[in-house]
C-alpha cells in the first residue's frame, strides 16, 4: 500500500464526482476525471464532442455558488477524459474514487475497467450513499477487495466537513489509513468510521430527524416557517434549519435518501415516511433553489425582492410567515446552547408549542440514536460526529441529551409512557448519569460512556487535532478578563484566546493583548504566542457600538483614546519581542484582518473570509491596517524595482490594488484569495482541517522561535507613494461619482482612503514613519466618525449585521 497518497482520479463528473474532484486540487494534488461518452456520439468523433459529459461537469464545478475551488486556478490540476478512451489515465494513481449513478451494474462494469490498468497499490473506493459497499466488489479478485471499502462524502465536499469511512471485511486497515489520513491532512476532513448499513450514520440519523419533524409539524399544525424558527440556532443546529436546508439540497436528493432508506430499513421507527404534500411538490418540480422554488421562493414586487414561503396544506406561495414564540425570544438572551435547550425544554408543553414540539423531537431522536448502536457504529461518538460534521450541529444528539439532563428526562419519558432504549437503561444502571465526562490529560479533553465496557473510555483523536477548550481543560490559563484569555499550551507557548459574543474586539482583548505583549506583563513567561479561538469565526472585527455610543455623546477624547489603543495593540503584537502567529479562520473582518496583518507569521484554515470591511459602515481601517498595506505595496513595488521612486509604474499599479482591496471592502472567500488580495503572505502557512489550527499555529511559532526571531524595528524611511498617486486614486472616486456609481459620502470615504494610503499630499518618495501613516489612519478615522451618514451606517449595520448601501 502506499504511505502516501499523490495522485487522485475520480470516476464520474456528476454534481458529487466533479467537486470531489475540484476539493482535490484546493488540497494542490493533480487529479484526473472521467465520465461516460454521450450516447450516439460516433466513434470517430473527436475528443471535445467524446468529452462532452465530463466538461460539462467540471464547468458546473468552476461556476457553483457556493464556489467548489478555493481559487479558480486550481481547475489546472484536473485533467479530463472519458471511460471509453482514458481509462488508462487513472493507472498512475493512488486512490480512485468511484462516483458514477446509484446503479450495481453500470459500477460493477466501470471496475472492472478500471480494475485492468490500476496498480497494485492503488486504493479504490465508492462515493455511494444507496448501495451496499461490499456488494459493489463482489466475485472481484481478493487483491482488488483488499482495496476497497467506501468514502461516503457530503456536499458540497468543500465545505462539508464529514467523511464517513466504510470499511468492508476485506478491506486492508492500512488502506484505509492511508485514505482517512489523506481526507483529514490534505482534504480537512472528519473522519467517521461507519458500518455498511443503509445511508450509514449521517443520513441515517439525519433522515429519521427530518422525517419525524414533519410528522409533528403535521399533527401539531405548524407553519413552515414556524419550523424553521424552531430548527435553526436556537438548539444549535444550523441558521437554514429544515426546510431552507431541503431547498438548499433539493427536495429529490432528499426524496433519494429517504427512498433508500424506506426501502432498505426496517426498524422501531419505519412508518415514518415523506408527507404527501411533499410527493406533491416532487411532482411539480418544486425541487427547492436548482428550479428556483422549494419550501421558499423569491419573486419581484412593486418593493423589491420578495421571499415567499409555502403553505403545505395548499401548496401555494404567499409572503414569508414571521413566526412568534415568546420562547424563541426569551431564549435569545442565552448565550450558552446548553442553558438555552434546558429553558425550551422546561416550558409546559400544554401551554406552549415551542415546548411541546422540542420535548416530542428531541425525545424521540435520543431514543432513535440510542437503538442504533451497535447496529450503526459502535460507540455515540461516532454519531455525534456524524451529526455535527455532516449536518453543522453544533451538539451531536447524545451531546444534546448530556445538555438536557440524561436522567431526569429519562424519567420524564417513562412518566409519559414513552420508549426507553435500552442503551440508556444500561447507562443509568451503571451508576453513570452523562454519556461524556471531562478528562483533562486527554487531548480531546473528554470520554465518553462505551457501551460495550459499561465504562468511560477517552475519547481518542488524531495526533495534532486539538482545540482551545481542550488546551484549557489541560493547562492553566494564566490570566482571563471578558473578553479573552491567555493560555499556556505548553513548550513555551501562549495561547490568546477571544470568547467575546462574535470574538468582537473591544477594550478587554485589546488590553489583554497589549499587556501580555509587553516586558513583564506576561510575555516574559514564554517564548512565543499563537491568537486562537474555538468559535465558527475569528472576528467579526471592532466593537462598533461602543463606537457609535461615544460618537453619539460627542465623546471625541474617547473615541481618539480608543483608535489610539487598538492600534497599540496592534504594533505590539508586530513588535513583539517573541514571535506572535495569528490562527484566522471562518470571518476574520475589519479590525480581525487589521491583528493578522501585524503578526509575525499567520497560520490560516483553507475557509477564510478575509477583509477590511471598515466602508461598508462609513470609515476606514483605523487599527494600522491602511498603514500595512501600504508597506505592502511599496516593498512589492521596491522587490521590482529598487531604485523606482514613489511614482514608478510598479508603485501606481501597487498602489491601485491596495486601494481598491480597501476602497471596494473586499473580502477573500478562501485562504487562497486571502493571499491574492496581499493579507496573506508566501510564508504563511495554510491548514486545511479547521481542527489542527492551533497545533499547526503552535508549531510555526516554534519554528520561527528555532530560526532565531529578531521583532521588526518600527521603520522611518518608507518612500510614500504621494501626491501624484492620490491624483490618480482621486481621479478614479471622482468618475465613479460622476458615472453614479457611489454616492456622495463614499466619495469622501474613497478620497480619505486615497489620502492615507498615499502618505497625504506629498512628494513622491519622501521618506514617511510608520508611526506617520499610523497618525494619519486615526485623524482620517476620527473625521468620518463625525460624517452623520457614518452614522447611520453604523446604526444599520448594527440592526442588520448588513453594511449600507447607498
Known amino acids: 500500500m502506499p504511505t502516501k497518497i499523490r495522485k487522485v482520479a475520480v470516476l464520474g463528473a456528476g454534481t458529487m464526482g466533479a467537486r470531489i474532484a475540484a476539493h482535490v486540487a484546493n488540497a494542490g494534488f493533480p487529479c484526473v476525471l472521467l465520465d461516460i461518452v454521450p450516447t450516439g456520439t460516433p466513434p470517430n468523433a473527436n475528443q471535445a464532442a467524446k468529452n462532452k459529459i465530463v466538461s460539462a461537469g467540471l464547468e458546473a464545478a468552476k461556476k457553483s455558488k457556493p464556489a467548489a475551488f478555493a481559487d479558480a486556478s486550481l481547475a489546472r490540476l484536473i485533467t479530463i477524459g472519458n471511460f471509453d478512451d482514458d481509462i488508462k489515465l487513472i493507472a498512475d494513481c493512488d486512490w480512485v474514487v468511484e462516483a458514477v449513478a446509484e446503479n450495481l ?51 458540497p465536499p468543500r465545505y462539508m466537513r464529514l467523511l464517513e469511512i466504510i470499511p468492508t471485511p476485506d478491506a486492508d486497515p492500512t488502506a484505509i489509513a492511508t485514505v482517512s489520513q489523506f481526507g483529514d491532512l490534505w482534504l480537512g476532513k472528519g473522519i467517521v468510521s461507519a458500518k455498511d448499513t443503509p445511508n450509514f450514520i449521517g443520513n441515517r440519523i439525519g433522515t429519521f430527524s427530518v422525517l419525524n419533524v414533519m410528522r409533528v409539524m403535521l399533527e401539531m399544525d405548524l407553519s413552515i416557517e414556524e419550523v424553521d424558527a424552531l430548527t435553526g440556532t436556537a438548539v ?64 419581484k414586487s412593486a418593493e423589491g425582492e420578495q421571499r415567499l ?7 401555494e406561495y404567499r409572503p414569508q410567515q414571521k413566526p412568534k414564540f415568546a420562547a424563541l425570544e426569551m431564549a435569545k438572551n442565552v448565550e450558552d446552547t446548553g442553558e438555552r435547550l434546558r429553558m425550551l425544554l422546561g416550558g409546559d408543553p400544554s401551554k406552549e408549542k415551542a415546548a411541546k414540539f422540542y420535548w416530542t423531537t428531541l425525545s424521540d431522536l435520543w431514543t432513535y440514536a440510542a437503538n442504533r448502536i451497535p447496529e450503526i457504529s459502535d460507540t455515540v461518538v461516532e454519531i455525534d460526529r456524524a451529526m455535527k460534521l455532516g449536518f453543522n450541529w453544533e451538539m451531536g444528539p447524545f451531546e444534546l441529551w448530556d445538555a438536557a439532563g440524561v436522567e431526569a428526562t429519562v424519567a420524564r419519558m417513562k412518566k409519559e409512557g414513552k420508549p426507553i432504549a435500552a442503551n440508556v437503561e444500561k447507562l443509568l444502571t451503571s451508576g453513570k448519569k452523562s454519556w461524556y465526562t471531562d ?24 495526533a495534532g487535532v486539538w482545540s482551545a477548550i481542550a488546551a484549557k481543560k489541560s493547562n492553566a490559563v494564566v490570566k482571563k478578563n471578558a473578553g479573552a484569555s491567555l493560555i499556556d499550551l505548553g513548550d513555551g507557548v501562549g495561547c490568546i484566546e477571544f470568547h467575546s459574543k462574535m470574538n468582537s474586539l473591544g477594550g478587554d482583548i485589546i488590553q489583554l493583548i497589549t499587556q501580555t505583549l509587553k516586558p513583564g506583563g506576561g510575555s516574559d513567561n514564554f517564548e512565543a504566542f499563537v491568537l486562537y479561538n474555538d468559535a465558527p469565526n475569528f472576528s467579526v472585527g471592532a466593537n462598533i457600538m461602543a463606537l457609535l455610543l461615544s460618537i453619539q455623546e460627542g465623546e471625541w477624547d474617547e473615541v481618539d483614546f480608543a483608535i489610539r489603543a487598538f492600534q497599540g495593540m496592534t504594533q505590539a503584537i508586530k513588535f513583539s519581542p517573541k514571535p506572535v502567529v495569528s490562527a484566522p479562520f471562518g470571518m476574520c473582518l475589519g479590525g480581525g484582518c487589521e491583528i493578522n496583518l501585524h503578526a509575525a507569521a499567520r497560520n490560516p484554515h483553507t475557509e477564510l473570509y478575509m477583509g477590511m470591511v471598515e466602508v461598508g459602515v462609513g470609515l476606514l481601517p483605523g487599527g494600522g491596517g491602511c498603514k500595512e498595506m501600504t508597506l505592502r505595496a511599496t516593498n512589492a513595488a521596491a522587490s521590482i524595482r529598487p531604485d523606482g521612486r514613489g511614482e514608478s509604474v510598479e508603485m501606481m499599479e501597487a498602489m491601485k490594488r491596495a ?26 502557512h495554510v491548514t486545511m482541517n479547521r481542527d489542527r489550527v492551533l497545533t499547526d499555529a503552535k508549531n510555526r511559532a516554534l519554528e520561527i522561535v528555532r530560526e532565531g526571531h529578531q521583532p521588526p524595528v518600527m521603520r522611518s524611511d518608507i518612500s510614500a507613494p504621494g501626491e501624484n498617486i492620490l491624483a490618480t486614486l482621486k481621479l478614479g472616486v471622482h468618475l465613479m461619482r460622476q458615472g453614479e456609481f457611489i454616492s456622495d459620502h463614499e466619495q469622501k470615504i474613497g478620497n480619505k482612503v486615497a489620502e492615507v494610503l498615499c502618505g497625504g499630499a506629498i512628494s513622491p518618495g519622501t521618506p514617511v514613519s510608520e508611526q506617520y501613516l499610523l497618525d494619519l489612519e486615526r485623524e482620517g478615522f476620527k473625521s468620518l466618525c463625525g460624517e452623520k451618514k457614518t452614522q447611520e451606517r453604523i446604526q444599520f449595520t448594527l440592526k442588520t449585521g448588513k453594511p449600507l448601501r447607498n
Not at 490529560?441 to 488524531?462: M, N, Q, R, T
Not at 486601494?659 to 504563511?684: C, P, Q, R, Y
Request: avoid cysteine; charged fraction near 25%; hydrophobic fraction near 40%.
Open 105 to 155: 451494474e453500470i459500477k460493477r462494469s466501470l471496475l472492472r475497467k478500471a480494475e485492468a490498468v490500476l496498480k497494485p497499490s492503488a486504493i479504490v473506493t465508492t462515493n455511494t450513499s444507496g448501495l451496499p459497499v461490499a456488494s459493489i466488489a463482489e466475485g472481484f479478485s481478493p487483491e482488488f477487495r483488499r482495496r476497497w471499502f467506501g468514502t461516503h462524502f457530503f456536499n
Open 309 to 315: 414561503g409555502i403553505d403545505w396544506k395548499t401548496l
Open 439 to 462: 478528562s483533562p490529560s486527554s487531548p480531546s479533553g473528554k470520554s465518553y460512556f462505551d457501551l460495550a465496557s459499561s465504562s468511560y473510555k477517552i475519547v481518542e483523536v488524531p
Open 236 to 299: 444549535g443546529w444550523p441558521k437554514s434549519a429544515t426546510f431552507r436546508t431541503i431547498d438548499l439540497v433539493g427536495l429529490d436528493i432528499l426524496g433519494h435518501v429517504v427512498g433508500n432508506m424506506l426501502r432498505n430499513v426496517k426498524d422501531e421507527r419505519s412508518e415514518l415516511k415523506l408527507p404527501d404534500f411533499y410527493q406533491q411538490m416532487l411532482e411539480r418540480k418544486l425541487l427547492g433553489d436548482k428550479t428556483k422554488g422549494g419550501f421558499y421562493k423569491k419573486a
Open 659 to 684: 486601494f481598491e482591496t480597501i476602497a471596494m471592502a473586499k473580502v477573500s472567500t478562501s485562504a487562497a484569495e486571502a493571499h491574492g488580495l496581499n493579507f496573506l503572505t508566501d510564508g504563511d
